[in-house]
């Protein structure tokens, strides 16, 4: 007789807890936000990663997956402060859960009081457009390096 291992058996009782707890989520709205840069964080504990769009690094320049010149740290330290403001006091939904990406984030459109995250980021010139299909990119990750600082307030 084949043996099932522990991990194994642990996975199949806690997959549908989890399924439950993300698909609860989407239709729990919540005021409680952290935001780690202008384009992910957590909600309730959860990772998640705006979908479709991009914010500029603000981990070190020349660090994987960081900046990579410095106009690209400042960007990004504008962009969450954007994100921040914009999520303050609202009441927040998931609107749209598009599964997991690569780093096991959430991949989600998200509203503040009706209003949607990442289209009022890219209005405001803080994030851009970074379109997918699945985990696959439609086009080139936007160069925060060539781009000017100017933003709307």
Request: hydrophobic content about 35%.
């Amino acid at each position: 007789m084949r043996r099932i291992p522990k991990f194994a058996i642990a996975l199949a009782l806690l997959a549908p807890s989890f399924t439950q707890d993300v698909q609860s989520q989407e239709a729990t709205e919540t005021k409680t936000i952290y935001w780690s840069d202008g384009d992910s964080g957590r909600i309730n504990g959860i990772r998640f990663r705006l979908a479709n769009v991009d914010a500029p690094e603000t981990d070190g320049i020349g660090a994987r997956g960081g900046a990579k010149c410095e106009n690209e740290r400042k960007l990004g330290y504008e962009a969450k402060q954007f994100v921040v403001n914009f999520t303050r006091d609202k009441t927040l939904k998931i609107a749209s859960n598009y599964g997991y990406d690569r780093y096991e984030r959430l991949v989600i459109d998200l509203q503040a009081n009706g209003i949607d995250v990442g289209t009022a980021a890219i209005t405001s010139n803080f994030l851009a457009p970074w379109p997918h299909k699945g985990r696959k990119a439609l086009s080139q990750k936007p160069d925060w390096c060539k781009m000017d600082s100017r933003r709307e307030n």
